[in-house]
């Protein structure tokens, strides 16, 4: 795994196990929220082509095998 978006209206146990583990991977990841927000940047999304949009402007153009879950 290159990267992880973790939305934060997961349980809080969640968000803490799955930070963990990905830190101790060297798995770089954010959090973020489903909310809008009138000062700018993205709100997540169902749909693949803007999930890619903000994967690709957090983490860079994906690789050659990147897939986007």
């Known amino acids: 795994m290159d990267a992880a978006i973790l939305d934060v209206s997961a349980d809080d146990e969640t968000l803490v196990s799955a930070s963990i583990i990905l830190e101790g991977a060297d798995v770089p990841f954010v959090f973020a929220s489903r909310a809008k927000s009138s000062r700018g940047g993205y709100s997540m ?24 879950h």
């Open 45 to 68: 999304s169902g749909d693949s082509a803007a999930l890619r949009e903000i994967a690709d402007a957090l983490f860079g153009p994906p690789g050659i095998s990147s897939t986007l």
